[in-house]
Every structure is written in C-alpha cells, then in structure tokens.
C-alpha cells in the first residue's frame, strides 16, 4: 500500500480524517478542485450544501478513477466552502455520509482541510474540492 494513514496520540482527536499521511509511491496524482456539475455541465443542488458535497465526492472519485486511483490512494483533501460558519458542518457532513460507502471513502478519511471561503468561480457553487493521490 503507498499510502499509510494515521493521527498521532497529542493531537486533536475525534476528528473524521486522519491527520497524517505517509505517501511511499512514485507517481502522484492532482486533482483540480472539482465542483457539483454532472458530465452534462448542469449544477448539481443549488443552494444546497449537502447535496454539493456529495456531488463533489462523487466527481472527485470519477478524476481518480481515470487516473486508476482513487479515495484509499489519497494523501489529501482540501475542500474550500463559501460563506463557511461552524454550524454548516452538519450538513456538510451530511455530504459526506451519503456518498462515503458509493466513492469508497476511508473512515477516518484522508487527511483534510476545509477552508471557508467568501465565493468560489460562480455564484451558486457553494463547494470545491482538491485532492491529491499516491501511486505505485
């Protein structure tokens, strides 16, 4: 496995990602920050945060696919939220739970990041997601 994932005793528990990845594999694989469109281009859920995320995760894990990776080869995760409050964790989580078992996302997941911020590219993406992997 090139990928090894852990969270060292002292730091912040309860989190659902692991707070540290190893990465031993030669090739590495960056995923541009994907959105909530379908492969038809059309937003997925607008205004609705939940819904987004999932999308995200699912678009995130078909880049993965086309380069014969995906979410257990991941050494990071940055997701970047607008407008982002404390109290959005719930149904951004909510997100992630729909999906996890469909992209086959590790629990604890992947070390991350969330980062809120005031706008993404358009309006009405409320979420993006960059991910980077590690290969054999």
């Known amino acids: 496995m090139p990928v090894i994932r852990f969270s060292p005793e002292g730091l912040q528990p309860n989190t659902p990602y692991d707070h540290v990845a190893i990465g031993t594999g030669s090739r590495q694989v ?38 014969g990776a995906g979410f257990p080869d991941i050494v990071r995760m940055t997701f970047y939220v607008t407008s982002w409050t404390p109290d959005m964790i719930v149904p951004f989580m909510e997100g992630v739970n729909a999906v996890a078992a469909e992209v086959e996302l590790p629990s604890p997941m992947p070390p991350a990041s969330l980062i809120g911020v005031d706008q993404l590219f358009e309006p009405d993406v409320l979420v993006e997601l960059e991910v980077t992997a590690v290969l054999d």
């Open 30 to 67: 960056h995923v541009s920050g994907q959105v909530a469109y379908d492969a038809e281009g059309a937003l997925v859920a607008p205004g609705d945060l939940a819904g987004q995320v999932s999308q995200v995760l699912r678009n995130s894990a078909r880049a993965l696919c086309g380069a």
